[in-house]
Nanobody, 120 residues
Framework: QVHLVESGGGSVQAGSSLELSCTAS????????MGWYRQSPGKSRELVATITRGGITTYADSVKGRSTVSRGAWNTVNLRLTNLKTEDAATYIC???????????????WGPGTLVTVSS
């Protein structure tokens, strides 16, 4: 069993910043990619930002230049969003690509999500 615990969501004003954190626990041998997706009501889940074990980052165009994804501890990923816009409001969901043993295939685990609301 692998669990993801997200924190840092909440209500913020447009133009402000927030930081989300996600910590993985359980039967994990190695982590290949950690990242954040988001989903708003009536919309598909979309990529926000990811970071590989080697530190390669990927950002959605909508947040490029005002977001930073980083790894803290080996099992933690952080996302800092600045200059928040009303369209950033969504449930932010942590995603983990990992191996359970050195020889296992890669698995994907999603977190339950943390809600971010942005008021103008």
């Amino acid at each position: 069993q692998v669990h993801l615990v997200e924190s840092g969501g909440g209500s913020v004003q447009a133009g402000s910043s927030l930081e989300l954190s996600c910590t993985a626990s359980g039967s994990i041998s190695s982590i290949n990619v950690m990242g954040w997706y988001r989903q708003s009501p009536g919309k598909s889940r979309e990529l926000v930002a990811t970071i590989t074990r080697g530190g390669i980052t990927t950002y959605a165009d909508s947040v490029k230049g005002r977001s930073t994804v980083s790894r803290g501890a080996w099992n933690t990923v952080n996302l800092r969003l600045t200059n928040l816009k009303t369209e950033d409001a969504a449930t932010y969901i942590c995603r983990l690509e990992y191996k359970r043993t050195p020889y296992s295939p890669e698995w994907v685990q999603w977190g339950p999500g943390t809600l971010v609301t942005v008021s103008s």
